[in-house]
């Protein structure tokens, strides 16, 4: 616990700290990076302030500073992250960051930064990183691997999806089943890129669980004019043929929707966060379930729309699924009716509202897709009355002030 000492500190200083969180992650990654080159591995330096020089938005992150000793849950999904990508706490990198993180406070701070507010934090900084260190052991025994453990795969099937999405599906080298994974968990993808930077993303698990193999789904990020195109994501694209082997992780993520409950279930998905709700309808499917479901999806027109096989697939199982799709710009091609619902941005207020639906109010509500579709999402439905604690997200980017521990 936080000394009595400390604590005035601590809350005096976190509104100034998340005023200047971007400053003070841009001094903190720069100076960690001088200092251990060597982590650029670990991380996805197209994603970090030290080195985006675009003024592109970043992929969503959360704003909020997790240095607060009053908001623990973090450390759970930060311990997911963290094993997913490889990183060893207990093996330097906590008691490393440490100097960045403190100097970084100092730096950006000035004069504020008195020693007594620096030795508060830096009681603070032992004690989260006390528990990451717990919640991320605990994640060990669970998985069974060690830290930064590798399993080799092989691509033994490529199927386009959409103009820019490919599912790759993966086996394991040795001919093991793949171990379990929760629907909606991701792995790690590592790749060795053409100028010999090796480099890990994450992608969710878009197939059903139970099955020898696994199966990801990557949208090619194109770059323009002004920003370069996605790094292992169109490496991916150019290079996953049936036969190329892979390193990942096990799976990892604590986005994980129950399914053996009996309340109503809806997915709601836009652009590629329909991955990881594939794999809970998949599964869902695949074990006969009696909830009711809703499966609701935006895409930007019939030639974006990824896995679109999936749903007929599931609905032949599942006579109780509904689903709506949304194209934000319906091609000449695109047949209302037959390939989508709704022309715009996912209604979901009004699709609750309809006679038929109104029984999914009372549901548990996922979400994941880009920043702006899940903060209006998660908007509309506290409005139409979803309580709070029956929304649950995934996010596609770094939490990116995560990383100070
Ligand atoms: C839990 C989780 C699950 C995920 N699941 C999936 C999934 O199922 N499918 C999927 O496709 N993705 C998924 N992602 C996203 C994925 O991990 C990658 O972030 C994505 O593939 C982009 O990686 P990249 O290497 O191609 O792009 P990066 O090289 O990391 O670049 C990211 C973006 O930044 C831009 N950029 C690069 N350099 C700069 C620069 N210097 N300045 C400005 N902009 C720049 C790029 O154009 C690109 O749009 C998931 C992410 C997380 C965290």
């Known amino acids: 616990m936080l000394s009595a000492a400390s604590r005035p500190y601590i809350d005096a200083s976190v509104p100034v700290l998340r005023e200047h969180g971007l400053a003070i992650t841009t001094h903190f990654y720069r100076e960690m990076f001088a200092a251990r080159p060597e982590l650029t591995q670990l991380f996805n330096m197209a994603t970090r302030p030290t080195v985006r020089s675009s003024s592109r938005s970043p992929p969503p992150c959360s704003p909020t500073p997790p240095i607060s000793t009053r908001r623990r849950p973090w450390a759970r999904g930060r311990a997911h992250r963290a094993q997913a990508r490889g990183s060893r706490p207990e093996a330097g990198a906590l008691p490393d960051r440490r100097p960045h993180l403190l100097g970084a406070i100092s730096a950006v701070l000035g004069d504020a930064a008195t020693p007594d507010l620096l030795a508060a934090w830096d009681e603070a900084y032992w004690l989260l990183a006390g528990e990451l260190i717990a919640a991320e052991a605990r994640l060990y025994q669970s998985t069974g691997m060690a830290a930064g453990e ?64 696994w199966q990801i789904s990557v949208k090619r990020e194109e ?50 966060g329909i991955t990881p709700m594939l794999s809970v309808l998949r599964t869902l499917a695949a074990q006969g379930s009696k909830r009711e479901i809703l499966f609701a999806h935006a895409a930007r027109d019939g030639r974006h729309h990824a896995h679109r096989a999936d749903l007929a697939w599931a609905k032949e199982r599942l006579p109780q699924l509904r689903t709506h799709i949304s194209y934000e710009q319906p091609q000449a091609a695109d047949v209302a009716g037959r390939d ?39 908007h509309a439905l506290i409005s139409a009355g979803v309580p709070v604690a029956h929304i649950h997200r995934e996010v596609f980017g770094p939490d990116l002030l995560d990383d100070l521990l």
Do not use: K
């Open 223 to 272: 770059g323009d004019h002004a920003t370069p195109a996605g790094a292992v994501s169109n490496w991916l694209h150019a290079n996953a043929q049936p036969g190329t082997e892979l390193a990942v992780s096990a799976p990892f993520g604590d986005f994980a929707p129950r399914l053996d409950g009996h309340r109503p279930i809806v997915l709601l998905s836009a652009g590629i």
């Open 340 to 378: 989508y619902d709704h022309t715009g941005t996912m209604p979901v207020a009004a699709l609750l509202d309809a006679p038929d639906n109104r029984l999914f109010i009372d549901g548990e509500f996922h979400l994941c897709g880009p920043l702006g579709f899940m903060q209006a999402q998660r």
């Open 150 to 213: 590798r399993i080799a795969v092989r691509v033994v099937r490529r199927e386009v999806q959409s103009d820019n999405v490919v599912a790759l599906t993966l086996s394991a080298v040795d001919g093991q089943p793949l171990p379990d994974f929760r629907p909606g968990q991701y792995i790690s993808v590592e790749v060795t890129l053409d100028d010999g930077n090796r480099q890990q993303r994450q992608y969710s698990l878009s197939a059903e669980r139970g099955l020898p193999t």
